[in-house]
């Protein structure tokens, strides 16, 4: 998918995240971890949040198709698994389909929109600010630490996707890209696919 979408993000939106602007040698690696944490997300997502065309082989239930991509802009065909053309009706990314028995269909559909939300965005840039602020302990593959001085004791862990300093998405990060995945009804099974 990298070479597909491009970045739910960029550096600015990182240096937003930071509070700072990047370092050199951040600014040099901003660009990979910007597509890393877009990649997570949009798996975790189940969505790509730009826009793109898919051709999907969906089940119907009760005459009804949910597309998991939004917003859908356009349908280019439904068919049965022969070529068939199927008649539908489409609202926003729902397809009722007309005059069918048929329970699995190909629908070819565009979807997407040039703006990517807000919430998607910051999240993206956050993954990344916090891979690059994070404890320099963490970095180096700490999961707890204790330090005495005089009288004083400071201790703490690191959360385990921390330790490393690696992209990655915290379970808060995840918790905002699964809202964002397409409900489904009962019985509703999607093959993906994309072209």
């Known amino acids: 998918m ?21 370092t050199s040698s951040e600014a040099n690696r901003v660009d990979d971890a910007l597509i890393k944490a877009s990649e ?9 949040f730009t826009t793109g065309r898919r051709k ?30 199927i008649q539908y009706t489409r609202f926003d990314s729902v397809l009722t389909l007309s005059d069918t028995a048929t329970q699995f269909v190909r629908v070819d559909y565009i979807f997407g929109s040039n703006e990517v939300p807000e919430i998607v965005r910051t999240t993206v840039a956050a ?3 916090g891979a690059f602020d994070i404890d320099k302990r963490a970095r180096a593959g700490m999961t707890q ?17 921390a330790v490393g ?15 964002f995945r397409a409900q489904r009804l009962g019985g509703t099974y999607s093959q993906p696919g994309h072209t």
């Open 40 to 48: 997570l997300f949009r798996s975790e997502a189940q969505r790509t």
């Open 165 to 179: 300093g690696q992209v990655g998405l915290s379970p808060a990060d995840i918790a905002v890209a699964r809202s």
């Open 145 to 161: 630490f204790q330090e005495a001085k005089g009288p004083f004791s400071e201790g703490g862990t690191f959360a385990s996707w």
């Open 127 to 129: 993954a990344v600010a």
């Open 56 to 85: 999907n082989r969906l089940r119907s239930h009760a005459g009804e198709v949910r597309l998991p991509e939004k917003p859908v802009t356009d349908v280019v065909s439904v068919t049965d698994d022969n070529g068939y053309p």
């Open 2 to 22: 990298a070479s597909e979408y491009p970045p739910l993000a960029d550096s600015g939106d990182v240096e937003n995240a930071l509070g700072r602007a990047l």
